[in-house]
């Protein structure tokens, strides 16, 4: 019998399969709270009751809208900062579903996210900002395109508010921004609006007709950033 004709007799997987399949997925990839280590829920229960909506968000400059899930303290910082420090990824679904209904029924065509660097990506092997954009875009029936580019720099994260409005820039990737685009721009945490008014005055000057922004996070205006039980390394 040739592997065509075998192929044919190959039943499909039934809803049993499925339930098979996501159990060992549970026993090889066990949900673990990204705040407590507690296997089950992400987060736990306890760890979410311990979560603090974000504080008044001004609006960047060039934002049609602007808004933030989490206050960056406690157990939102140590949410957040596992997810970007440290790829735990078992957040991402919570943080998608709130981020996702802060956007509520604004107006959006396309999903993007504010980029880390090359440099910074290679070595986290990863970009938090884009995984939580691919899902927002997920869960509101958007297309994901990488729109914006960050030139190499040293990142964000401990400088001063002057510091952080002049010291991030961004280009917009040629031809991928469709012309009177609506973009929802995604990043993990908003401190002084800098880097999310940088991206949207790229978007904006390519010929995207308004931006609006959504975060996970939002640190507290004055406060010293830290990252919990997270070693930040460059």
């Given at each position: ?11 499909a ?7 098979v ?34 504080p008044?968000l ?18 939102g ?16 679904p ?25 440099a ?55 031809r ?20 999310l008014?940088a991206?949207?005055?790229?978007l904006?000057?390519?010929g995207?007709?308004e ?17 919990g ?6």
């Amino acid at each position: 019998m040739s592997a065509a004709l075998r192929a044919r007799h190959v039943p499909a997987a039934g809803p049993g399969c499925r339930t098979v399949a996501v159990r060992c997925r549970a026993v090889l990839l066990p949900v673990i709270c990204p705040v407590c280590d507690r296997p089950g829920r992400a987060p736990c229960e306890r760890c979410a009751a311990e979560l603090r909506r974000a504080p008044s968000l001004p609006c960047p400059p060039g934002l049609a809208s602007c808004a933030a899930l989490l206050d960056y303290d406690g157990a939102g910082r140590e949410l957040v900062a596992r997810l970007k420090y440290r790829n735990a990824r078992s957040s991402v679904p919570f943080l998608v579903e709130g981020m996702s209904a802060l956007v509520g029924g604004r107006p959006v065509d396309v999903v993007t996210w504010a980029p880390t660097t090359r440099a910074r990506r290679r070595r986290r092997g990863f970009d938090q900002s884009e995984l939580l954009a691919r899902g927002v875009a997920r869960h509101m029936g958007r297309p994901a395109r990488p729109l914006l580019r960050r030139p190499a720099g040293a990142p964000q994260t401990g400088r001063t508010a002057g510091e952080r409005w002049s010291g991030v820039r961004f280009s917009v990737t040629a031809r991928r921004l469709p012309a009177g685009a609506r973009v929802l721009l995604v990043d993990d945490v908003v401190t002084s609006g800098a880097t999310l008014a940088a991206g949207a005055r790229a978007l904006l000057v390519a010929g995207a007709s308004e931006v609006h922004a959504v975060a996970a996070a939002r640190a507290r205006p004055g406060r010293t950033l830290r990252h919990g039980r997270v070693r930040v390394c460059g």
